[in-house]
């Protein structure tokens, strides 16, 4: 063959290549068109329309030009020695070229499912649901890539020779190759174990290295945490799954905060309770759940008060407790700044009592109390039906001296100057002591109060029964364990 028909040879294979590549080119814009109408239809195919357009193109435009080069070859009957070259390039190139076809439409698909299941609004399902399919989109699009790649090195001859010797001794290479890749296969599977566990969705707020942020990204072998101060931290997979954190968003973004202040212990407890709420209800931060104060210590000199709070986030707790501290700083300064702590150092003012007042006043609490427990049992009320005037003398004449016997400064002596109402007058109600409210308490009061203290509860009876039984069971003792009175320790 002189040289005239190999270049006009080789004019025809250009000639059926660029034939082939117009020939994909124009399928690719077909099916780019199609993809637009069916996207006014379906808002999802907007997805595969974005993700596949170049992808395709290029898988569209490479095997245009490889079939054509191949027909050339066949049509001419021309056999050069850049072939088997070409061939094999040819083959490679294409499965590339369709692993990203198929990494296109694994992403076009999570996209569509996301943009679907969104809705309005981001609520905890959505992000479950996007940190699953992150996980599961890349997963795929590694395998995919993985095969890819394999299929491409398969295509050499000498490969293929050596990957009968690699199979053959697969035991050994898999133990050299867990112990080698042993922290990088730990990260991959604590990633899918993230993802399907629902420990941590994207977008979770979680106390890392004791500071907070919110989850960014989850991916197979690492998490990208972004602080409050808009730091990254890239921290590996297994951490999640091996070391303890908070996440604050498990279950809801509800949150309880607080607030402790140390003061003298001259401070005005009620008053400042009240201040507290009043700040409270003055405040949109505050969701209304929880707003109490307490003095959880009373040593070295000062009182410890903590009012709690509570916020629908985290950013607004924050911003709460900062408000509610600073409000509350600046009314102790303009109205008891006789409470703000102070180191006194004074002489010893008040001296023990005498051996006989301490002995009557502990006889007196002893008697207090042995007549609240009894006007708690047998304290009957007067029937609605005895009205006259008898009766009722009698019944407040016994109330009115049950209240001077437990008022201490009267000495436990009733009092017989009072005269008693007649039945058209109610006698006077008690006021019930500041620290009987419901912004004093934690556990009791309300209907949020409660539902933490049942939380904090404990099993119930049931179940500790149940525990003992499967503990018998699986102990496999011939003689059930005794039973753990009510006024007895259990044994050792």
């Known amino acids: 063959m002189d040289a005239s028909e190999v270049a006009l040879d080789t004019l025809g294979i250009m000639l059926y290549g660029g034939l082939g590549l117009l020939i994909g080119a124009t399928v690719s814009f077909i099916i780019s068109v199609a993809v637009r109408i069916a996207r006014r239809r379906r808002p999802g195919w907007k997805h595969f329309s974005r993700r596949l357009r170049l992808p395709q193109r290029i898988f569209l435009g490479l095997t245009g030009i490889g079939l054509g080069v191949n027909f050339a070859l066949s049509t001419l009957d021309a056999s050069p020695r850049w072939q088997p070259i070409f061939m094999q390039v040819f083959v490679i190139v294409l499965i590339l070229s369709g692993a990203y076809v198929v990494t296109g439409i694994v992403q076009a698909a999570e996209d569509a499912y996301l943009d679907k299941a969104q809705g309005d609004e981001e609520t905890p399902h959505f992000r479950r649901v996007r940190t699953q399919l992150q996980i599961i989109g890349k997963v ?72 907070n942020g919110s989850i960014e990204e989850i991916t197979l072998t690492y998490v990208v945490v972004r602080s ?19 996440n604050w968003t498990r279950r809801e973004a509800k949150l309880l905060g607080t607030v402790e ?36 210590d009373a040593k070295d000199g000062s009182v410890r008060l903590r009012a709690l709070v509570s916020a629908e986030n985290s950013g607004d707790l924050w911003d709460l407790r900062c408000y509610v501290r600073e409000e509350l700083v600046n009314w102790l300064q303009h109205h008891a700044v006789y409470a703000l702590p102070r180191i006194r150092l004074e002489p010893e003012t008040t001296t023990a009592p005498p051996v006989e007042v301490r002995d009557d006043f502990n006889e007196r609490e002893v008697n207090r109390w042995e007549a609240e427990q009894a006007g708690i049992q047998t304290a009957v009320m007067p029937s609605v039906h005895e009205t006259d005037d008898d009766t009722a003398e009698r019944s407040w004449g016994w109330l009115s001296a049950l209240r001077q016997r437990l008022d201490p400064s009267s000495g436990g002596k009733a009092s017989t100057g009072d005269p008693a109402p007649t039945s058209s007058e109610a006698p006077p109600l008690t006021p019930v002591p500041s620290s009987q409210t419901a912004e004093a308490r934690l556990y009791s009061g309300s209907p949020e109060a ?15 029964a149940e525990r003992r039984q499967a503990t018998e069971r699986r102990l496999g003792d011939t003689q059930p364990m005794p039973a753990i009175q009510d006024d007895e320790e259990p044994p050792a």
Do not use: K
């Open 450 to 464: 409660e539902r933490r203290r049942t939380h904090l509860a404990g099993p119930t009876a049931a179940d500790m």
């Open 261 to 296: 202040f140390d003061l003298d212990w001259t401070v005005p407890v009620e008053a400042m309770r009240v201040e507290l709420m009043r700040l409270l209800r003055a405040s949109d931060l505050w969701d209304r759940r929880t707003g109490t104060l307490q003095v959880t």
């Open 140 to 211: 795929v699009i590694a395998v995919v890539w993985i095969c890819a790649v394999a299929g491409a090195l398969l295509t050499f001859p000498e490969l293929r020779a050596v990957g009968a010797s690699v199979f053959a001794s697969a035991g050994v290479l898999s133990v050299v190759a867990g112990l080698a890749a042993q922290s990088s296969l730990a990260n991959m599977f604590a990633g899918m174990q993230l993802a399907f566990s629902d420990a941590i969705r994207v977008g979770d707020v979680i106390v890392f290295e004791e500071s």
């Open 228 to 246: 409050w101060d808009d730091r990254r931290w890239i921290v590996p997979s297994s951490y999640f799954t091996t070391t303890a954190f908070e």
